[in-house]
């Protein structure tokens, strides 16, 4: 056990996602140029470098062509002027590219599940850390923060997303540090 997991912040899954159908009418959100995976066959796909997405397409699209890219805008690029068919990576990123991207869309399958988890070190103070922060997560799914945060940062109104001066807050318990893995 060299690592421990905590509840997910964020409950996601790995797909693809799409430009929209040329020939469709807009504001057409369901169909895209391919509806389901199976039409990906023999199709280009962009894989983020780095990320296990590469695997999940070779064994469930083992006739899809791999592009890699250092990152997933440059991925978007590729979708945009037609160098690629899709792009793997996880629903919750895609979301967000959708966000500024009207063109684009997530077909409505998941290779996989994706929770985005924190990891603590497996000390007695990284276990004890770990419950505790546990412990907080389960009750922002259960009264809905998670998903009210979602539908701020993933919604149209701009307006909404006002970060807070976090640094005046008080930290009686301290201060958790952290970095994060950008990948997808």
Same mark, same amino acid.
């Given at each position: 056990e060299s690592v421990l997991f905590s509840e997910p912040n964020v409950k996601s899954g790995l797909g693809f996602f799409v430009k929209k159908s040329d020939t469709q009418p807009?504001?057409?959100?369901?169909? #895209?140029?391919? @509806?389901n995976i199976q039409e990906l066959a023999?199709?280009?796909?962009?894989?983020?470098? #780095?990320?296990? @997405?590469?695997?999940?397409v070779a064994e469930n699209i083992p006739t899809a062509a791999r592009e890699y890219f250092n990152t997933l805008p440059d991925a978007l690029i590729a979708l945009k002027t037609g160098k690629i068919d899709a792009i793997c990576c996880s629903i919750y990123a895609a979301r967000h590219m959708m966000i500024e991207n009207d063109d684009i869309m997530y077909l409505d399958h998941k290779l996989a599940s994706l929770d985005l988890v924190p990891i603590f070190s497996p000390t007695e103070k990284g276990r004890k850390l770990r419950e505790e922060y546990s412990e907080f997560v389960k009750g922002l799914w259960a009264d809905g923060t998670i998903n009210e945060i979602d539908s701020i940062w993933l919604g149209k109104d701009e307006s909404k997303r006002v970060l807070k001066d976090y640094t005046k807050l008080p930290a009686p318990n301290g201060v958790l540090k952290m970095a994060s893995e950008p990948t997808d």
């Open positions: 807009q504001p057409v959100q369901t169909l #895209g140029r391919y @509806n023999g199709k280009k796909i962009g894989i983020q470098t #780095g990320t296990t @997405n590469e695997r999940l």
